[in-house]
T-cell receptor, first 113, second 112 residues
Framework: GDSVTQMEGPVTLSEEAFLTINCTYTATGYPSLFWYVQYPGEGLQLLLKATKADDKGSNKGFEATYRKETTSFHLEKGSVQVSDSAVYFCALHSGAGSYQLTFGKGTKLSVIP | DAGVIQSPRHEVTEMGQEVTLRCKPISGHNSLFWYRQTMMRGLELLIYFNNNVPIDDSGMPEDRFSAKMPNASFSTLKIQPSEPRDSAVYFC??????????FGQGTRLTVV
């Protein structure tokens, strides 16, 4: 079945540091890939997505590239801010015929001034 | 659109009582998901519906949990009887086919 594996947290970085959160997946077909973010006390919201191989999703300075050859979708940001402190979830959807979204376990990021 | 709307936002109840959580998905979305989030187990999928029909309820922890979707604009998750270990944040999410999911703000349930 489908699965998503994220690097375990928590991750603590200083402001303006470079961020990478690793995500690899196992899926049938041609999945779409997503990163969601959950700020304290809130629901999950979509951060970025990529629907086919070599696509790059980007939003709010975050980027992730859909790498089919390595089955990865790593999240990166060049300079994190305190306001980026949140839990980040990698997720996939297998495509036509599948209703379910499969989520990773989440990675908690804390950015300190 | 107002997004996915969940009610109540917070619920405190005594052990043994019935609890009903409510969700209004985004209009036009054809899939609806119920998730539970705890510190220990993270985000767990409980059940999901497509076109109001339950597709997979294998994540429902036990018979005390039940979910319904009587029409395209409303779903409930019921726990009867509730237990302290059911304390968690419960999220509802909806989506159109092959698109991302949109989450509600969640219901924080505390069973004392």
């Amino acid at each position: 079945g489908d699965s998503v594996t994220q690097m375990e947290g928590p991750v603590t970085l200083s402001e303006e540091a470079f961020l990478t959160i690793n995500c690899t997946y196992t899926a049938t077909g041609y999945p779409s890939l997503f990163w969601y973010v959950q700020y304290p006390g809130e629901g999950l919201q979509l951060l970025l997505k990529a629907t086919k191989a070599d696509d790059k999703g980007s939003n709010k300075g975050f980027e992730a590239t859909y790498r089919k050859e390595t089955t990865s979708f790593h999240l990166e940001k060049g300079s994190v801010q305190v306001s980026d402190s949140a839990v980040y979830f990698c997720a996939l959807h297998s495509g036509a015929g599948s209703y379910q979204l499969t989520f990773g376990k989440g990675t908690k990021l804390s950015v300190i001034p | 659109d107002a997004g996915v709307i969940q009610s109540p936002r917070h619920e405190v109840t005594e052990m043994g009582q019935e609890v009903t959580l409510r969700c209004k998905p985004i209009s036009g979305h054809n899939s609806l998901f119920w998730y539970r989030q705890t510190m220990m187990r993270g985000l767990e999928l409980l059940i999901y519906f497509n076109n109001n029909v339950p597709i997979d309820d294998s994540g429902m922890p036990e018979d005390r949990f039940s979910a319904k979707m009587p029409n395209a604009s409303f779903s409930t998750l019921k726990i009867q009887p509730s237990e302290p270990r059911d304390s968690a944040v419960y999220f509802c999410a909806s989506r159109e086919t092959n698109t991302e999911a949109f989450f509600g703000q969640g219901t924080r349930l505390t069973v004392v």
